[in-house]
């Protein structure tokens, strides 16, 4: 079936650097790429996303980048900070246009 | 704010009961996605509907079941209520990018 694997589970950084969370897809018909932050309690927020015929997209201190042929997708986010701690879903659409969503990353900037 | 309402914003009942959730999207949205999050899990797709039919299935149970009504907003009722249907309950709206509510906590006790 359709599937989102995302990779780390959990991620450490110190405030001021990079952070990279990677995911990859299963369905090569898949399009549309978003990536949303959820705070804890809080409804998942839509941080940036990307269509499939675009390999980079930046956003201030948010990239995503989109490797079609080998079916994955990273988040990088630069100069982190401490308010950047949340847990991060990347998703893709699937065949029917609902998003599979990967497990999420739970990112701690440790100031 | 996503433009998105839920309605309520928690609910405690009992094994064995029933409820209804509430979702309005955004103005001119026609799309309509359920979502549950149980503790420490990702999101996970249940049901689509768009314009008041049923789109997509995702892996919703038989006692769950959702409509969408002719101003666009929809209910997804949860019946014979287990310990295991505690969660969280997103609903979200669409164009192309969705768009989540606030959220419904159901704790069942």
């Known amino acids: 079936g359709e599937n989102v694997e995302q990779h780390p589970s959990t991620l450490s950084v110190q405030e001021g650097d990079s952070a990279v969370i990677k995911c990859t897809y299963s369905?090569?018909?898949?399009?549309?790429f978003p990536w949303y932050k959820q705070e804890l309690g809080k409804r998942p927020q839509l941080i940036i996303d990307?269509?499939?015929?675009?390999g980079e997209k930046k956003d201030q201190r948010i990239a995503v980048t989109l490797n079609k042929t080998a079916k994955h997708f990273s988040l990088h986010i630069t100069e982190t900070q401490p308010e950047d701690s949340a847990v991060y879903f990347c998703a893709a659409r699937g065949s029917q246009g609902n998003l599979i969503f990967g497990k999420g990353t739970k990112l701690s900037v440790k100031p | 704010d996503s433009g998105v309402t839920q309605t309520p914003k928690h609910l405690i009942t009992a094994t064995g009961q029933r409820v209804t959730l509430r979702c309005s999207p955004r103005s001119g949205d026609l799309s309509v996605y359920w979502y549950q999050q149980s503790l420490d899990q990702g999101l996970q797709f249940l049901i689509q509907y768009y314009n008041g039919e049923e789109r997509a299935k995702g892996n919703i149970l038989e006692r769950f079941s959702a409509q969408q009504f002719p101003d666009l907003h929809s209910e997804l009722n949860l019946s014979s209520l287990e310990l295991g249907d505690s969660a969280l309950y997103f609903c979200?709206?669409?164009?192309?990018?969705?768009?989540f509510g606030p959220g419904t906590r159901l704790t069942v006790l």
């Open positions: 990307i269509r499939s015929n675009v």
């Open positions: 979200a709206s669409s164009g192309i990018t969705q768009y």
């Open positions: 369905d090569s018909a898949s399009n549309y």
